[in-house]
């Protein structure tokens, strides 16, 4: 459809192709991801997104929403529709004293994080500084916190909303609480969220923070002592195990360029001798070849992982939770590990549970609180070349892990079918949200998501 065309009122600024900076902006962070949307509406206010609503409803053109553009399958954009971009809106207020912050939907997590820790307060997210705040959030949010404070929903004070039908409508424990409980973790399913209302909590800013290495031969064992490691840990400790090849780094001593390594990357939120004392045994485990665990300012760690996870490089994710980390899981994990290909995969295996599993399952549209290890089994390359080849490794990782899947993050999925977006939730969640779909969006505007159809 031409833009002469296109219907509504909208005022801002419509970025179609033949533009300057079309191409900038139909960008999104994965770059397998290559999609020409007939418009683009960079909404700088909740009245341009109540306009851009309208827009997107009375054209009858698919309609994509983006917070940070870092949907791993790419659901922030489209061929032949309408993006809603909301990535002008970067309002943040920190009230400090009464710890809680207004943050508006293009906010990314390093922008939120700068401004909260310079109170020493933090919303917990998660641990890519460019990730979107909005999707994040919709989805649930872990990250380095998540065991100390919970999920990024679990500080959600209020959100507001605008509807299919252009509405605005603003969701709490008071106003629309089914509402509230299903904007905590069932996606951008009911309307365009332009603003959340956060509780912070005390954090740092130092903590003691990094990852410590090993070669990947001592995999096996170092697993096994972190699995038992753990589970004696206090919600302080938060920790990721990635397995890749070290990259080329100035601290990356030049032995271990490109080979295959295992890390355990810790974030101690408490007291630092305290928490010394409690890594102490990780680092004295067998012979790790890099210790960058010490004390630093939380945003300093914050955005440690960001040079692995760069805008544009080629993406390919499948995530599975598990109860627990097994032999046979960890057997599985480092053989397939060994073969990983290219110079750039590397993916986390997320401990969960402490703070996350002591709200009540039935208090968000978030599953899963029970699950002890979340992975991302993630193929990284530079582009095309090589791509497939990693992505089939992805597959055959995840499907050994097939008999201990539990469930799944739904920000963690790709396009994975129904019953994955079931699975997701669980049958009784599902259904509840699809309730709430038939009432906020029965016509389906809002389908570019982990999709919930009204009927
Ligand atoms: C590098 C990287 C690191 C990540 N790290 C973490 C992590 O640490 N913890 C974690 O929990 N997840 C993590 N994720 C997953 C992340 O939560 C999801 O990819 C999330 O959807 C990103 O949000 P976004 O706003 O950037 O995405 P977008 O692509 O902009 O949006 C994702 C989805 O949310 C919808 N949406 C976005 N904004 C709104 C809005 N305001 N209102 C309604 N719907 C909206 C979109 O329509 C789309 O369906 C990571 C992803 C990447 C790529």
């Known amino acids: 459809m031409e833009l002469t065309a296109l219907p509504g009122s909208f005022r801002g600024e419509l970025i179609r192709p033949g533009d300057p900076s079309y191409d900038e902006h139909r960008k999104v962070w994965n770059g397998s991801i290559d999609r020409s949307p007939t418009a683009i509406a960079r909404c700088a206010s909740t009245q341009e997104v109540v306009d851009a609503v ?33 990535s002008k809106m970067k309002g943040i207020e920190v009230d400090p004293d009464g710890r809680t912050a207004r943050v508006e939907a293009g906010v990314l997590l390093g922008e939120l994080d700068a401004a909260t820790q310079e109170h020493g307060l933090a919303v917990p997210a998660g641990i890519v500084t460019h990730t979107g705040l909005a999707g994040l959030t919709l989805g649930g949010g872990i990250g380095w916190l998540h065991r100390k404070y919970g999920l990024t929903v679990d500080q959600l004070i209020s959100a507001t909303m605008v509807t299919a039908t252009g509405d605005l409508v603003r969701a709490s424990d008071a106003e629309n609480p089914e509402l509230f409980w299903g904007l905590r973790g069932g996606g951008g399913n009911f309307g365009v969220v332009t603003e959340f209302e956060f509780r912070l909590n005390p954090l740092g800013p130092t903590v003691l923070a990094g990852p410590i290495f090993w070669l990947i031969e001592e995999s096996p064992e170092v697993l096994r002592f972190y699995r038992d490691w753990i589970a004696e840990a206090p919600n302080e400790l938060m920790t990721i195990v990635m397995h890749r090849k070290a990259p080329p780094l100035d601290f990356v001593p030049a032995e271990l360029h490109g ?15 305290e928490g010394e004392r409690v890594i102490r045994p990780l ?7 890099l210790d960058l665990c010490e004390p630093k300012p939380f945003v300093e760690h914050q955005s440690m992982l960001d040079p692995s996870f760069p805008h544009g490089r080629w993406y390919y994710m499948r995530s599975c939770d598990v109860a627990e980390l097994t032999d046979e899981v960890i057997d599985i994990t480092v053989e397939h590990s060994m073969r990983i290909q290219s110079p750039l995969t590397s993916f986390p295996i997320w401990q969960l549970g402490g703070a996350i599993s002591e709200v009540g399952d039935e208090d968000t549209a978030f599953d899963g ?19 497939e080849q990693e992505r089939d490794w992805v597959r055959s990782f995840w499907s050994a892990l097939e008999p201990f899947h539990q469930s799944v993050y739904v920000n963690f999925l790709m396009e994975e079918g129904q019953d994955r977006i079931r699975e997701a939730y669980g049958p009784a969640k599902y259904e509840r949200l699809r309730a709430l779909k ?4 029965p016509d389906n505007l809002f389908r570019l998501n982990q999709n919930i159809p009204p009927d």
Do not use: K, M, Q
Request: hydrophobic share 35%; aromatic share 8%; glycine share 16%.
């Open 54 to 86: 309208g827009l997107a409803r009375e054209s009858g053109l698919r309609t994509a929403v983006r917070g940070g553009g870092h949907s791993f399958p790419g659901h922030s954009t489209c061929d032949d529709g309408i993006v809603i971009d909301l």
């Open 259 to 273: 080979r295959l390594i295992v890390g355990v990357v810790c974030c101690w939120s408490g007291d630092l001798e």
């Open 283 to 289: 680092r004295e485990f067998g012979s790790a070849v």
């Open 369 to 387: 609180r029970a699950v002890g290890h979340t992975f991302n089994i993630t193929a990284v390359t530079e582009d095309e070349e090589g791509f």
């Open 438 to 441: 038939r009432e906020y969006d």
